[in-house]
């Protein structure tokens, strides 16, 4: 799996905008741009993935570049229950494929 | 979404005894399911890969006679802590991934709490 780097903490606003950037500059071209955050001792919740088109679902948005080395997972309205880790992860879409996580980044919501 | 679910949601056990936990696939079949550990402020470790029918895929440096890991049906995989030690209390975590309809995710489970004394 090609190697993810994001910042390892950030904070936000209540109510505003989370803009958590991810850079993987090394991605192959059948890998896909996932998004998973752990909420403190719990397990993993998917949250969004995408190829090379932006996506958008009920929880965020997903923002990759055209030249697919960076994307942005967006929370357009941060609540406190969103504080957790998020993880980026690039992964090849296939059943037996692992999903290898690095640190992640730390949001913490302010209110 | 596909739910995954783990028995027991936390355990403590005594030094030198064996734990078993259970990864459980309620809505979907997995032919592939994926432990994890997760000591404290830290992220999560791939332990080893669970392929219905056949033997696990350990990741280097787990030990495959200390983790035993048995997947027996396609919708139930179980790790078993064996001789367990105060060095093996973790967060352990499963996911399964669920192909249907052509769609490929991966969906974890809640996790359980070891905690060896």
């Known amino acids: 799996d090609a190697k993810t780097t994001q910042p390892p903490s950030m904070d936000c606003a209540e109510g505003r905008a989370a803009n958590l950037p991810c850079n993987h500059s090394?991605?192959?071209?059948?890998?896909?741009v996932y998004w998973y955050r752990q909420i403190h001792s719990q397990g993993p919740q998917y949250i969004i993935h995408?190829?090379?088109n932006n996506e958008t679902n009920e929880m965020a948005s997903l923002i990759i570049t055209e030249d697919r080395k960076s994307s942005t997972l967006i929370l357009p309205h941060a609540t406190l229950r969103d504080t957790a880790v998020y993880y980026c992860i690039v992964r090849v879409r296939t059943s037996y494929d692992k999903v290898i996580f690095g640190p992640g980044t730390s949001l913490s919501v302010i209110p | 979404g596909a739910v995954v679910s783990q028995h027991p949601s936390w355990v403590i056990c005594k030094s030198g005894t064996s734990v078993k936990i259970e990864c459980r696939s309620l809505?979907?079949?997995?032919?592939?399911m994926f432990w994890y550990r997760q000591f404290p402020k830290q992220s999560l470790m791939l332990m080893a890969t669970?392929?219905?029918?056949?033997?696990?895929?350990?990741e280097q440096g787990v030990e495959k006679d200390k983790f035993l890991i048995n997947h027996a049906s396609l919708t139930l995989s179980t790790l078993t802590v064996t001789s367990a030690h105060p060095e093996d209390s973790s967060f352990y975590i499963c996911s399964a991934n669920s192909g249907a309809g052509g769609r490929d995710e991966q969906y974890f489970g809640p996790g359980t709490r070891l905690t060896v004394t």
């Open positions: 090394t991605i192959s071209g059948n890998e896909y």
């Open positions: 995408g190829l090379k």
């Open positions: 809505d979907f079949q997995a032919t592939t």
């Open positions: 669970s392929n219905e029918g056949s033997k696990a895929t350990y």
